[in-house]
């Protein structure tokens, strides 16, 4: 595999160097550029580069992009041919930014790990917006999702791109592209909640190229975010209120929790809470409006985090008490990071032909009322949505993925956003396939499902995988009053 990559590479760099025009001329297979680089925060060695794509693939002509890759080598001196390919987030992550984490995954051993940064995301051509004013910290908790803020923010990147070229299948066949440039002809991907989306259309698109997929908070075709969001987070929450009550310390300290909820959000119905807390960069005391919608996106987002799920009653009971510092100050730092990692024009282009145009308007009150999070997020969306350019979909896009692929799926019993009805979904039209359900939040790990994604990527498929050790999982105990972790 090393060989035949060195000999691609070795092509493409001569044909660039004697005729550099004549890929773009013609649109024959792009350039892949790549050479030594350091992994950052470590003293290892990764291959770093580019490879260049026609922005619309369909035409082969006008504007490129150069796709942003990391090759980290696996630590095996006889690697296996087939390397690990994780897909990212959000949608708006790009993969390279974890390349410190994933140098040091125990998948690592045996096989190579590529991180490609998907077109409109980290160095590949990125599609930033402004959806928060730096220093502005209120910018931080008001919803980022405007008609406003969005038809200013495509007035300056269709300047620099044509929006509707990010999609997913798009980026799917960029990426089968360059694995095969790169040498690789099989590979396992892997891919937690956008990142399963991508990894699922990237297997209907190109399935004989894929050995194994592990999808890990699943988001199927079925999924249309945001519609279910309002759901999905009402779900956990009552979830939550569920395993308190049973728990007798848990009851013990807040037995009068669903009704302490109740209350606060008809508190902040009626009028936002005022928190006044230091600015992080000046010191200076700042006073900030929470608003419902602010505190149930905070609330919400906590919940995504095992260990902050379990301290959600106790935040919850300190917010009726009026101290509503915590979910102000994770507000803040969570969407700061959202911001920063996210590229949001990209979300768009994503989100809106592939999600958004498939939602019923009546849909959105069945899926919303009654629910803490209520409809403004999808709302909102919908505004952003209606001054940003779409692209038509693929015929048949809507329909679930089907095909052979060995596939191991996971899901946590109390996920926010992608709970265990979605990976159910997603496994019914995976013949190939085994869906485990772990005591977990959004995204599920630890040691016992490491040593199963190691055996299913060893068998190359799910059958007869000793799953027996899921059963030992538990969730973690509720953080209680003089017992915060």
Same mark, same amino acid.
């Given at each position: 595999?090393?060989?035949?990559?060195?000999?691609?590479?070795?092509?493409?760099?001569?044909?660039?160097?004697?005729?550099?025009?004549?890929?773009?001329?013609?649109?024959?297979?792009?350039?892949?550029?790549?050479?030594?680089?350091?992994?950052?925060?470590?003293?290892?060695?990764?291959?770093?580069?580019?490879?260049? =794509?026609?922005?619309? +693939?369909?035409?082969?002509?006008? &504007? !490129?992009?150069?796709? @942003?890759?990391?090759?980290?080598? *696996?630590?095996?001196?006889?690697?296996?041919?087939?390397?690990?390919?994780?897909?990212?987030?959000?949608?708006?992550?790009?993969?390279?930014?974890?390349?410190?984490?994933?140098?040091?995954?125990?998948?690592?051993?045996?096989?190579?790990?590529?991180?490609?940064?998907?077109?409109?995301?980290?160095?590949?051509?990125?599609?930033?917006?402004?959806?928060?004013?730096?220093?502005?910290?209120?910018?931080?908790?008001?919803?980022?999702?405007?008609?406003?803020?969005?038809?200013?923010?495509?007035?300056?990147?269709?300047?620099?791109?044509?929006?509707?070229?990010?999609?997913?299948?798009?980026?799917?066949?960029?990426?089968?592209?360059?694995?095969?440039?790169?040498?690789?002809?099989?590979?396992?991907?892997?891919?937690?909640?956008?990142?399963?989306?991508?990894?699922? =259309?990237?297997?209907? +698109?190109?399935?004989?190229?894929? &050995? !194994?997929?592990?999808? @890990?908070?699943?988001?199927?075709? *079925?999924?249309?975010?945001?519609?279910?969001?309002?759901?999905?987070?009402?779900?956990?929450?009552?979830?939550?209120?569920?395993?308190?009550?049973?728990?007798?310390?848990?009851?013990?300290?807040?037995?009068?929790?669903?009704?302490?909820?109740?209350?606060?959000?008809?508190?902040?119905?009626?009028?936002?809470?005022?928190?006044?807390?230091?600015?992080?960069?000046?010191?200076?005391?700042?006073?900030?409006?929470?608003?419902?919608?602010?505190?149930?996106?905070?609330?919400?987002?906590?919940?995504?985090?095992?260990?902050?799920?379990?301290?959600?009653?106790?935040?919850?009971?300190?917010?009726?008490?009026?101290?509503?510092?915590?979910?102000?100050?994770?507000?803040?730092?969570?969407?700061?990071?959202?911001?920063?990692?996210?590229?949001?024009?990209?979300?768009?282009?994503?989100?809106?032909?592939?999600?958004?145009?498939?939602?019923?308007?009546?849909?959105?009150?069945?899926?919303?009322?009654?629910?803490?999070?209520?409809?403004?997020?999808?709302?909102?969306?919908?505004?952003?949505?209606?001054?940003?350019?779409?692209?038509?979909?693929?015929?048949?896009?809507?329909?679930?993925?089907?095909?052979?692929?060995?596939?191991?799926?996971?899901?946590?019993?109390?996920?926010?956003?992608?709970?265990?009805?979605?990976?159910?979904?997603?496994?019914?039209?995976?013949?190939?396939?085994?869906?485990?359900?772990?005591?977990?939040?959004?995204?599920?790990?630890?040691?016992?499902?490491?040593?199963?994604?190691?055996?299913?990527?060893?068998?190359?498929?799910?059958?007869?995988?000793?799953?027996?050790?899921?059963?030992?999982?538990?969730?973690?105990?509720?953080?209680?009053?003089?017992?915060?972790?």
């Amino acid at each position: 595999m090393r060989d035949g990559y060195r000999h691609v590479l070795l092509i493409s760099l001569a044909t660039s160097l004697i005729c550099p025009s004549l890929a773009l001329a013609q649109g024959v297979p792009g350039t892949l550029s790549m050479e030594p680089c350091p992994i950052p925060d470590t003293d290892e060695e990764a291959r770093c580069g580019t490879y260049t =794509v026609w922005e619309n +693939r369909a035409l082969a002509s006008g &504007r !490129t992009i150069d796709i @942003n890759i990391i090759v980290i080598p *696996a630590l095996s001196e006889s690697p296996r041919p087939d390397p690990i390919v994780p897909l990212s987030g959000g949608p708006g992550q790009g993969a390279t930014a974890g390349a410190r984490g994933w140098s040091r995954s125990s998948f690592r051993r045996e096989r190579d790990i590529i991180l490609v940064d998907q077109r409109g995301t980290g160095r590949s051509n990125p599609l930033y917006c402004e959806v928060a004013v730096e220093g502005d910290l209120q910018s931080y908790l008001d919803p980022a999702f405007t008609a406003e803020k969005f038809e200013r923010c495509r007035g300056r990147l269709e300047q620099l791109a044509d929006l509707t070229q990010y999609t997913t299948p798009v980026f799917a066949d960029d990426l089968h592209e360059i694995l095969l440039a790169l040498g690789y002809e099989e590979v396992n991907l892997t891919g937690s909640s956008y990142g399963t989306r991508a990894a699922l =259309v990237y297997m209907r +698109r190109h399935p004989e190229t894929v &050995r !194994t997929a592990i999808l @890990n908070g699943v988001a199927p075709i *079925a999924f249309r975010n945001p519609l279910y969001h309002a759901y999905e987070s009402q779900q956990a929450l009552e979830l939550t209120f569920e395993h308190c009550a049973a728990d007798p310390d848990c009851h013990a300290a807040f037995p009068d929790l669903e009704q302490e909820f109740a209350e606060l959000i008809e508190r902040l119905d009626r009028e936002p809470a005022q928190v006044t807390l230091p600015h992080p960069e000046s010191g200076e005391q700042v006073t900030l409006s929470m608003s419902r919608y602010a505190f149930a996106e905070a609330l919400r987002t906590s919940m995504y985090n095992l260990q902050m799920a379990r301290a959600v009653p106790l935040l919850i009971h300190r917010a009726y008490e009026g101290d509503y510092a915590f979910f102000v100050e994770f507000g803040l730092r969570s969407n700061m990071a959202i911001v920063d990692a996210l590229a949001f024009g990209m979300l768009l282009s994503v989100t809106c032909p592939e999600d958004l145009s498939r939602i019923d308007p009546d849909e959105i009150a069945a899926l919303t009322e009654g629910t803490f999070l209520g409809d403004d997020r999808v709302r909102n969306q919908l505004a952003a949505c209606s001054v940003w350019p779409a692209r038509k979909l693929p015929a048949g896009y809507g329909e679930p993925v089907s095909v052979e692929v060995p596939t191991l799926l996971l899901s946590g019993t109390i996920d926010p956003v992608t709970s265990p009805r979605w990976g159910a979904d997603a496994a019914s039209h995976l013949p190939n396939s085994l869906h485990l359900i772990v005591p977990a939040a959004h995204g599920v790990g630890g040691p016992c499902i490491s040593t199963i994604r190691h055996e299913f990527l060893e068998k190359g498929s799910v059958e007869a995988l000793d799953t027996s050790c899921v059963s030992e999982i538990t969730l973690p105990p509720f953080n209680l009053p003089g017992q915060e972790r």
